[in-house]
């Protein structure tokens, strides 16, 4: 079970240990039904293995059968537990060092002390074997065979009593384990004996781990289903309790862990990031056309920024990004490193997969002849590039993988639906153009800009429609500055798989209730938020002007909500920022929550359902890492 078949010219090979009767060797060789091509045997310094020279190289198990005789150097007798570990080092890179696959290898388990006989087994266990088998054998005397004629005599009378045990498949753990891994150190051979010992307890501290590991997971079996990420069950009962706990952002420990932590972000305007500061000046300094650019001075940010004292609302907070409005990514050169910069700071924060939002129409310009496809492309080499040239160093994976939305932007006034058309269409031809997954391309679309009831989603369905029918995912700015009408017609008239910023969801509990049951992601921006509209923070009463700011209500409410930056430079704020300020935001808010929002954000993201699988394993990796 679980061992494929072996190929008619596959080479059986037979696996046996040795105490201190040397029969057993040609009594296992005999094993009905098998013509043994290699014989391996393992044993300590003192057994004579002259019957054994004699069995195989004096003709009578065959010419053409490789023998080699293995012992462990410096190991006479069982005496102590540390004598038992210093040979069972050796017999799992003995079973590596012969490079055999399990559907090769026979191991017989009735040579030896018990204690080998027990350590066989467990190897077989975990490297796998085509058949574990014990062998009974007598002459019809009160005593087993002792010399080659003895045993032969007993196999033509069928005293030998073979006790087939089955297959074992191998631990997946140790699927692709080699002897490269975990070598053997030869300290002589002679004909076909050699003498060897293991450098370190290695692979013995690796599967004690594992099986730890898997006692772990037998405790948590119960709460399985609770757990964000299933690789958490393999983790002590005591680190899983501190993840239950609930996170204190002006703790230096939970800022540490944090700022390591894995993130995935899902709501991120490239035009608001370089917007204040040194990273403002970089962006400048790069222009190709200096004397296009607009004014120098960045709108001053507010009292007690990023945590003024009263909210500014929208209008207002929009306008701190003024510096780098679409005057200045006109500049090709300025555009290139303001994405340059922004892929550095997803770096430096440990974001491992971002969609990038961005407006190629705005930055288009005629009098340098650069069309919105040339700016998009623009963006998307530049992040393209940014990925390879982080690969190297990375065992061949960009440290973060960004893929890009498409702003379609409505407006107060004026023709904005034409706009918008031309902003869908660009997403359109994108989608239809870079289809690689693995590298940087357009995945979804997002309804933005002015919200009111004059420019709910429902008005755009037609214009939709081409960006549904390319498979292209779609995220509205909803339920931010309009109430929950909004989000109920961004989910059911534009198929919105996400909802930008969704604040007034719980208006509605019916709403609430689809928006959970059909997994449609909502992309909170804690910062953001606080900054437009004014939320109590940890300490302070709520009040009927500002209300709880609903991130806890939407996780326990089972939404899959996720925790966003918004604007990197507007808000001040790098999602590490955001969520340790969510628990500013939301008392109670454990370390196990912050998984679940980055499961969340795993699950809603607008790769493919093989990328999240992907980044799923590889999420599970890196928390355990990070955590280490």
């Keep these: 079970k679980g061992v494929s078949s072996v190929s008619p010219n596959a080479p059986a090979h037979l696996f046996v240990t040795l105490g201190n009767a040397p029969a057993i060797v040609f009594e296992?060789?005999?094993?009905?039904?098998?013509?043994?091509?290699?014989?391996?045997?393992?044993?300590?310094?003192?057994?004579?293995?002259?019957?054994?020279?004699?069995?195989?190289?004096?003709?009578?198990?065959?010419?053409d059968v490789t023998v080699m005789v293995t012992r462990v150097s410096g190991f006479n007798e069982l005496r102590s537990e540390q004598d038992h570990a210093r040979f069972?080092?050796?017999?799992?890179?003995?079973?590596?060092?012969?490079r055999t696959r399990p559907e090769q290898r026979y191991v017989c388990i009735a040579g030896g002390f018990k204690t080998m006989s027990a350590a066989m087994q467990k190897a077989a266990a975990v490297l796998g074997a085509r058949e574990v088998f014990h062998v009974l054998a007598d002459d019809g005397r009160q005593r087993p065979p002792e010399t080659v004629?003895?045993?032969?005599?007993?196999?033509?009378?069928?005293?030998?009593?073979?006790?087939?045990?089955?297959?074992?498949?191998?631990?997946?753990?140790?699927?692709?384990?080699?002897?490269?891994?975990?070598?053997?150190?030869?300290?002589?051979?002679?004909?076909?004996?050699?003498?060897?010992?293991?450098?370190?307890?290695?692979f013995r501290e690796r599967l004690r781990e594992i099986v730890e590991r898997a006692h772990r997971v037998a405790e948590s079996w119960e709460a399985l289903?609770?757990?964000?990420?299933?690789?958490?069950?393999?983790?002590?009962?005591?680190?899983?309790?501190?993840?239950?706990?609930?996170?204190?952002?002006?703790?230096?420990r939970d800022r540490t862990w944090v700022r390591g932590l894995p993130k995935i972000e899902l709501h991120c305007h490239l035009g608001g990031f370089a917007t204040h500061g040194d990273l403002l000046e970089r962006v400048r300094d790069a222009a190709e056309d200096r004397a296009r650019l607009p004014k120098r001075e960045a709108p001053p940010l507010p009292e007690n920024w990023p945590q003024p004292d009263e909210p500014i609302g929208l209008e207002a907070y929009m306008q701190l990004g003024d510096a780098t409005g679409s005057t200045l990514l006109k500049d090709p050169g300025c555009l290139r490193e303001h994405?340059?910069?922004?892929?550095?700071?997803?770096?430096?924060?440990?974001?491992?997969?971002?969609?990038?939002r961005c407006s190629p129409a705005n930055y288009a310009d005629p009098d340098r002849n650069r069309s919105a496809w040339d700016v998009l492309s623009d963006i998307r080499t530049v992040f393209q590039k940014c990925m390879e040239e982080r690969r190297e160093g990375n065992g061949g994976r960009p440290p973060c993988h960004v893929n890009l939305i498409i702003i379609a932007t409505r407006r107060a006034h004026g023709d904005y639906r034409a706009a918008i058309s031309r902003h869908l269409a660009l997403a359109v031809t994108a989608a239809e153009h870079w289809r690689e997954e693995t590298e940087c391309r357009v995945v979804g679309v997002d309804l933005a800009g002015y919200e009111d009831e004059r420019t709910r989603p429902h008005y755009f369905r037609d214009e939709f429609t081409a960006v549904h029918r390319c498979g292209l995912a779609v995220t509205v700015h909803a339920g931010e500055n309009d109430d929950a009408e909004a989000i109920w017609r961004a989910v059911?008239?534009?198929?919105?798989?996400?909802?930008?910023?969704?604040?007034?969801?719980?208006?509605?509990?019916?709403?609430?209730?689809?928006?959970?049951?059909?997994?449609?992601?909502?992309?909170?921006?804690?910062?953001?938020?606080?900054?437009i509209r004014g939320y109590p923070l940890a300490g302070q009463s709520d009040d009927d002007r500002r209300?709880?700011?609903?991130?806890?209500?939407?996780?326990?409410?089972?939404?899959?909500?996720?925790?966003?930056?918004?604007?990197?430079?507007?808000?001040?704020?790098?999602?590490t920022d955001n969520l340790l300020f969510a628990a500013k935001l939301c008392p109670g808010l454990t370390r196990l929550d912050l998984l679940r929002l980055q499961r969340n954000a795993v699950e809603t993201a607008f790769a493919s359902a093989t990328a999240r699988h992907g980044l799923l394993r590889e999420y599970s990796r890196l928390i355990e890492e990070a955590w280490r």
């Design 225 to 252: 289903h609770d757990l964000p990420f299933p690789d958490l069950a393999t983790w002590p009962t005591a680190d899983l309790r501190w993840l239950q706990e609930p996170l204190d952002p002006d703790r230096a």
């Design 28 to 63: 296992a060789f005999l094993l009905e039904g098998i013509r043994f091509s290699h014989v391996h045997v393992l044993t300590s310094e003192k057994p004579d293995i002259a019957p054994i020279e004699e069995f195989f190289c004096g003709g009578v198990g065959g010419s």
């Design 492 to 531: 059911f008239d534009l198929n919105a798989r996400r909802i930008g910023h969704g604040l007034t969801l719980d208006q509605s509990r019916e709403l609430l209730r689809s928006v959970a049951d059909r997994g449609i992601g909502v992309e909170l921006c804690p910062y953001a938020n606080f900054q």
């Design 339 to 356: 994405c340059r910069l922004m892929y550095d700071h997803f770096c430096e924060h440990n974001v491992i997969y971002a969609e990038v």
């Design 88 to 98: 069972e080092e050796v017999m799992y890179r003995w079973f590596l060092e012969t």
């Design 149 to 202: 004629s003895e045993v032969l005599e007993a196999h033509r009378r069928g005293r030998l009593h073979f006790i087939r045990l089955g297959p074992e498949s191998g631990w997946p753990q140790f699927r692709d384990v080699n002897a490269s891994k975990y070598p053997l150190t030869v300290v002589r051979q002679e004909g076909i004996e050699r003498w060897v010992t293991a450098p370190d307890n290695a």
């Design 547 to 575: 209300g709880q700011y609903p991130l806890l209500r939407y996780l326990r409410e089972d939404v899959r909500v996720t925790v966003n930056t918004d604007n990197i430079g507007i808000s001040a704020a790098s999602l």
